[in-house]
């Protein structure tokens, strides 16, 4: 059974979710959790909630390189490792977009799901160790 956050509920807990999202960007880094599952509960198609999720991960990322940037902790020597990363991430992107054409929304859906259940598992296995 899947929840679905109906117009009303939406009101205040995008906000809620905003705020959320920014502390817990703040302290990990990681900028996928609660927007995620919001996007996913307020019924976006696959093609719509990846947008979405592009939007959000943009916006969380400049914040937290500003936030980086203003206590002096970017630096050029990042540069070739910033490279590496963006390679890896454009590649990622192709990728996932390959994919997402040819799967059907239910198993766009299982995949996706079971992306968040890995990412939130290692994310707590890291906190613990």
Same mark, same amino acid.
Request: a positive charge; hydrophobic letters at 55%; glycine letters at 10%.
């Given at each position: 059974?899947?929840?679905? %956050?109906?117009?009303?509920?939406?009101?205040? $807990?995008?906000?809620?979710? @905003?705020?959320?999202? =920014?502390?817990?960007? #703040? /302290?990990?880094?990681?900028?996928?959790?609660?927007?995620?599952?919001?996007?996913?509960?307020?019924?976006?198609?696959?093609?719509?909630?990846?947008?979405?999720?592009?939007?959000?991960?943009?916006?969380?990322?400049?914040?937290?390189? %500003?936030?980086?940037?203003?206590?002096?902790? $970017?630096?050029?020597?990042? @540069?070739?490792?910033? =490279?590496?990363?963006? #390679? /890896?991430?454009?590649?990622?992107?192709?990728?996932?977009?390959?994919?997402?054409?040819?799967?059907?929304?239910?198993?766009?859906?299982?995949?996706?799901?079971?992306?968040?259940?890995?990412?939130?598992?290692?994310?707590?296995?890291?906190?613990?160790?």
């Amino acid at each position: 059974m899947q929840y679905t %956050a109906g117009k009303r509920t939406q009101k205040w $807990l995008g906000p809620v979710t @905003g705020g959320l999202t =920014g502390l817990v960007t #703040a /302290a990990t880094g990681v900028s996928s959790m609660p927007v995620v599952p919001y996007f996913q509960s307020i019924g976006l198609e696959k093609d719509a909630l990846v947008q979405a999720m592009g939007l959000s991960f943009t916006v969380s990322t400049l914040a937290l390189s %500003a936030n980086l940037a203003a206590v002096n902790a $970017l630096s050029w020597s990042l @540069g070739q490792a910033a =490279g590496i990363a963006l #390679a /890896a991430v454009l590649t990622g992107l192709w990728l996932g977009q390959t994919f997402r054409k040819r799967l059907n929304p239910a198993a766009f859906r299982l995949w996706f799901l079971s992306g968040l259940l890995v990412l939130g598992f290692y994310l707590f296995v890291r906190s613990v160790i």
